[in-house]
């Protein structure tokens, strides 16, 4: 079977809301009428599967890296993390989102999204390796 029509690497689309200032943030695809664009996500939950590498304003062409494991990234980090560390979305409050954080120990249902590769600090752009491992539930 061929493929065509497909891209490799980074790719333009457009921005459903402001990205500007959002390079190491993740979004999720989503759409406009049918024409793609991404956006940051809006729970946890969210499939925010792509890397914010240029951003830009509303309605502006911005460059995202979807997340593939045999290239690392670096991700906005909210708190601290430790290489090893599966990284989830940080909690989608304002300034958070599109973040990622280690894994809490606070009970919940995450989707596993990378696992870092250094130490972090908070605001850091952290490095890590997409592994898209699925979703984790914590029990206390």
Do not use: F, W
């Not at 240029?54 to 045999?70: C, K, N, T, Y």
């Not at 606070?106 to 850091?124: H, S």
């Amino acid at each position: 079977m061929s493929q065509s029509n497909t891209r490799v690497g980074d790719i333009r689309v457009l921005a459903g809301e402001s990205l500007t200032g959002m390079e190491g943030r993740l979004v999720k695809m989503t759409h406009d009428t049918g024409v793609p664009e991404v956006k940051l996500p809006a729970a946890i939950s969210d499939y925010a599967l792509y890397l914010v590498i240029e951003g830009g304003a509303d309605a502006e062409l911005v460059s995202v890296r979807p997340l593939q494991s045999e290239r690392n990234v670096r991700l906005a980090l909210s708190g601290t993390c430790n290489p090893g560390d599966v990284l989830v979305l940080a909690a989608i409050a304002g300034s958070d989102a599109g973040k990622v954080r280690a894994l809490p120990a606070t009970a919940g249902t995450y989707r596993g999204l990378a696992i870092a590769e250094e130490a972090g600090v908070d605001g850091q752009l952290v490095l890590a390796r997409p592994a898209l491992v699925g979703n984790i539930t914590v029990t206390e």
